[in-house]
């Protein structure tokens, strides 16, 4: 792992700076992805047979998150962190800059990119399921609460509704609500119509890629997108937004119907119970019959 070439920019500009090289395109920085993964799955797999080794099967199964996650800072820790280029890098001849001012990337961007990119998702896989828990007691006592109070107002009754489908909302898709996936989702379709931030972590610190030549006209037409990969993204988001709309008008409707419903019963119930408390005509029979049916003597 070598150190980055220094010159990234155009020094002739005054006004406007703009890059001395190209910048790198989409299919570099995903083969240049897929390399640094597959060296840190190594480096994993390293790791784990040495927890193995000396502390048992059953250690190194129940911390292999931990494991993966020390794995990864390890790795950029040595490479990126430090000011060189990871091996995915240099495999495929690229250098990470500043999207701002286009020069290498200060210490602080590239320490806030390695956090954001290993130990932020680590931290929400730990934190998430005790917060979706909090909240959905929350919202099942606040509903219970709700369907133990009388009939609202004809004022309150719109506003009461409205307040209900919208914690049944909350309660039937918290785990969507909470999730990161559809935020990196987004911004891989970005990434593919425009090839510039591969990872949430780098749009946000504005950390992209160049590369350190020039290249020949052939090159630059020979190197294609994935717009494509793009459309396809974005038209399955869509259509999944579009299924998630249909069921929420679903449930949403549904639920009308049920407090509908539920209050019809209850303003029926003391005359049902009043029904199924009226004496029987045959009198107190005990389950015995009172005239034999059978074939007489």
């Not at 250098?95 to 929400?124: C, E, F, K, M, N």
């Not at 409707?253 to 019963?265: A, C, G, K, P, Y």
Request: contains cysteine.
């Amino acid at each position: 792992m070598t150190g980055s070439p220094s010159p990234v920019v155009n020094s002739s500009q005054t006004s406007t700076t703009t890059p001395a090289y190209p910048f790198a395109t989409a299919p570099d920085i995903i083969r240049s992805h897929q390399k640094d993964t597959y060296f840190q799955s190594l480096l994993h797999e390293h790791l784990s047979t040495l927890l193995r080794r000396l502390y048992g099967s059953r250690l190194a199964h129940a911390y292999i998150s931990e494991s993966r996650t020390f794995s990864e800072l390890l790795y950029l820790g040595l490479t990126t962190l430090v000011g060189n280029r990871t091996l995915g890098e240099e495999y495929c001849d690229i250098i990470q800059i500043d999207a701002t001012d286009l020069r290498l990337p200060r210490g602080s961007r590239r320490a806030g990119y390695i956090l954001g990119s290993v130990l932020l998702p680590y931290t929400l896989t730990k934190i998430l399921p005790g917060v979706r828990g909090w909240i959905r007691a929350r919202l099942e006592a606040s509903l219970h609460d709700r369907q133990k109070d009388d009939e609202p107002a004809a004022s309150r009754k719109k506003i009461t509704t409205f307040c209900k489908l919208l914690q049944l909302y909350i309660l039937t898709n918290l785990s969507t609500l909470t999730s990161p996936s559809p935020i990196y989702a987004l911004t891989l379709s970005i990434f593919y119509f425009s090839g510039s931030y591969y990872h949430l972590s780098k749009l946000i610190f504005g950390l992209r890629y160049i590369f350190p030549r020039k290249l020949l006209q052939e090159q630059e037409q020979g190197r294609g997108g994935y717009e494509i990969l793009g459309v396809l993204l974005a038209t399955q988001m869509l259509v999944q937004g579009c299924l998630h709309a249909r069921d929420t008008l679903q449930l949403s409707s549904w639920s009308s119907v049920t407090t509908d419903t539920s209050i019809e019963n209850t303003k029926s119930k003391p005359r049902f119970e009043a029904m199924t408390h009226t004496p029987s005509p045959l009198g107190n029979v005990e389950g015995k019959a009172r005239y034999d049916l059978g074939t007489p003597d």
